[in-house]
C-alpha cells in the first residue's frame, strides 16, 4: 500500500513532476527505426513522457525528434514537408532541421534575422539496434546510452518489438517484477503430473510459493525466487529492475537468455512496452518459451504470429493489439472453465496486459494488500521515489554515467543447496559472456 501523495509522486511523469524529472535523466526508447523508413518518409506522431513530438527521418537518413507544434503560431509539424533535410510547416513555410534551427523562414523578409532566433524543441537522438534512443533531459553534454546486451549485437541476431499498454508504466513495469504470478496467471492450469520432471516448469508448479532474495543494487533491484528443485537443490530465479524503467525477467536460463524489457510512459495513462531479445536465447518449450502455454501472443518473433491491429497516424494508434479491453481480450471462458488455460486469456503476455489493465489507469495502491511475495514490488518502489527525490537534491542516479551496470542478463538456474545465491552466479549474470556448456532449453 502507498499513501495517494506517494503513489501521485511514483507514477505521475509529465514535464514538472518528480518522477518525469528522473525519467528526462535517462535515454528512453522513443521509436523503432523501421518505423521511420527512409529519408524524407513520413512523420509519425509519438508521445513520450506526456511531451507530443513528430519524428522524422531527413534526406541524410538523421533521424529528428520535435515539438508538435511550430513555435510560429503553432500549426501541428506532423502536417509538415519532409523536403530536403528539413520539416517544414505547412502552413507559413518556416523550416527546423533536426536540431531544431530554423533553416528556411520564407515569409519573412530575405534581410530579417528573425529566423536565427528561432528554434524548436529538438532532443537528441541515436539510433542503435532498431531503437531511436531519445534524450530529454537537461545535460548538453550526452549521458552514454546503457550497455544493454540485446541492443547491441551485430544485425540479424536480435529482435525488436513494442505493444501499447492502455495503463501507467508502474504497474506494467510491476508485472515483470512479480514472480508469484507465474504458477497462477501463466501456468495455473498446468498439472504436475503432466510437467516434463527436471524442467524449469515442472519446479515452478510443484511448489507455487517459492522464497525470495531481494536486494537493492547500482541500476535497480534484483530478486532471485527459490524452490526446492532435488532435495540437493534449489530451482533459482533471477531478474532485474534497472533504472528508469527496464526489467529483465528470470524466464529461461541464467547465461545464455538475452533480453531486456522496457516499458515507457507515453503518459501518466499509457505505456509502450519494447522487447529487445535474442531469439536464439530463449528456451523454445514452456514459460521460458517464445510465446504462450498454449498459441497466442509471441513477441520473440520466433513462431506463432502477434495479432497487432494495423498502425495509424494517431498518438496512440501505434502497436495496439487486437485483443484489448473493448472486447474483453477475447477471453475464452469455455478453455477457463474447462480449466484448459487458468484465465481463458491466450497467450502470457496478454494475460499480463490484462491484469494490469484491468487495474485502471493508474492503480489506487491506497488500496492494496501487499504480502511477503510483494518484496521486490515494495523495494522497487521504493527504489524509485528515492531516486526521483534525491536528484531533486542534486543527485543524479549512478546508472545514468556507469552504461556497463546495464551489462547483465537474467534467467534459472539449479544450483546446489549450500552454493550462494550472489557468489554462485557472478559469471552467469554477465552480458557479453559466452557459456559454452550452456543451452537455451531447460
Ligand atoms: S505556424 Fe508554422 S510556419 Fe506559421
Ligand atoms: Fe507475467
Not at 157 to 175: D, H, K, P, Y
Not at 384 to 392: H, I, N, S, V, W
Request: charged share 25%.
Amino acid at each position: 500500500m502507498l499513501s495517494a501523495s506517494d503513489n501521485e509522486l511514483l507514477t505521475k511523469v509529465g514535464p514538472g513532476t518528480i518522477m518525469g524529472d528522473l525519467m528526462r535523466q535517462f535515454w528512453i526508447p522513443g521509436i523503432q527505426s523501421s518505423e521511420l523508413a527512409g529519408p524524407d518518409s513520413d512523420p509519425v506522431r509519438i508521445r513520450l513522457l506526456g511531451e507530443d513530438l513528430i519524428a522524422f527521418r531527413d534526406t541524410n537518413g538523421d533521424v529528428g525528434i520535435i515539438d508538435n507544434f511550430c513555435p510560429h503560431r503553432r500549426a501541428s509539424m506532423f502536417f509538415g514537408r519532409n523536403e530536403e533535410c528539413g520539416l517544414r510547416c505547412v502552413y507559413h513555410g518556416w523550416k527546423f532541421d533536426v536540431n531544431g534551427d530554423c533553416v528556411d523562414m520564407p515569409s519573412e523578409p530575405a534581410e530579417s534575422n528573425f529566423k536565427d532566433k528561432v528554434k524548436i524543441t529538438a532532443y537528441a537522438a541515436k539510433e542503435r539496434g532498431g531503437v531511436v534512443w531519445v534524450y530529454m533531459g537537461p545535460r548538453s553534454k550526452l549521458p552514454p546510452l546503457p550497455e544493454l546486451e540485446a541492443n547491441m549485437l551485430p544485425e540479424g541476431e536480435w529482435a525488436v518489438s513494442s505493444i501499447m499498454r492502455t495503463c501507467n508504466f508502474v504497474q506494467a513495469l510491476e508485472g515483470d517484477i512479480d514472480t508469484s504470478h507465474l504458477g497462477f496467471l501463466h501456468l495455473g492450469s498446468v498439472d504436475p503430473a503432466g510437467a516434463v520432471p527436471g524442467s524449469y516448469d515442472y519446479y515452478t508448479v510443484n511448489i507455487r510459493s517459492p522464497r525470495y532474495k531481494v536486494i537493492d543494487t547500482d541500476y535497480g533491484t534484483t530478486y532471485a525466487a527459490y524452490r526446492e528443485a532435488e532435495p540437493d537443490t534449489y530451482y533459482w530465479r533471477f531478474a532485474h529492475f534497472l533504472m528508469p524503467f527496464w526489467a529483465m525477467i528470470p524466464t529461461g536460463v541464467l547465461g545464455v537468455q538475452v533480453l531486456a524489457r522496457a516499458w515507457v510512459p507515453i503518459d501518466d495513462t499509457h505505456t509502450m512496452f519494447w522487447n529487445m531479445v535474442v531469439p536464439t536465447t530463449r528456451s523454445n518449450g514452456g514459460q521460458g518459451g517464445a510465446g504462450a502455454p498454449r498459441g497466442g501472443v509471441n513477441i520473440d518473433g520466433k513462431k506463432g504470429a502477434t495479432d497487432y491491429l494495423p498502425n495509424g497516424t494517431g498518438w496512440f494508434d501505434r502497436w495496439n493489439l487486437a485483443q484489448n479491453a473493448e472486447n474483453d481480450y477475447k477471453i475464452d471462458r469455455k478453455a477457463q472453465y474447462d480449466n484448459e488455460n487458468y484465465t481463458g486469456i491466450d497467450g502470457i503476455y496478454l494475460q499480463d496486459q490484462v491484469v494490469t489493465e484491468s487495474m485502471g489507469a493508474i492503480s489506487e495502491r491506497t488500496k492494496e494488500h501487499l504480502g511477503t511475495s510483494d518484496t521486490m514490488v515494495i523495494k522497487t518502489r521504493q527504489r524509485l521515489m528515492t531516486a526521483a527525490k534525491e536528484l531533486q537534491e542534486g543527485m543524479a542516479p549512478a546508472a545514468v554515467d556507469q552504461p556497463e551496470l546495464y551489462a547483465i542478463r537474467s534467467g534459472g538456474v539449479i544450483l546446489p543447496k549450500e552454493t550462494d545465491w550472489l557468489e554462485g552466479t557472478e559469471e552467469l549474470r554477465k552480458a557479453f559472456v559466452k557459456h559454452p556448456g550452456l543451452t537455451a532449453n531447460k
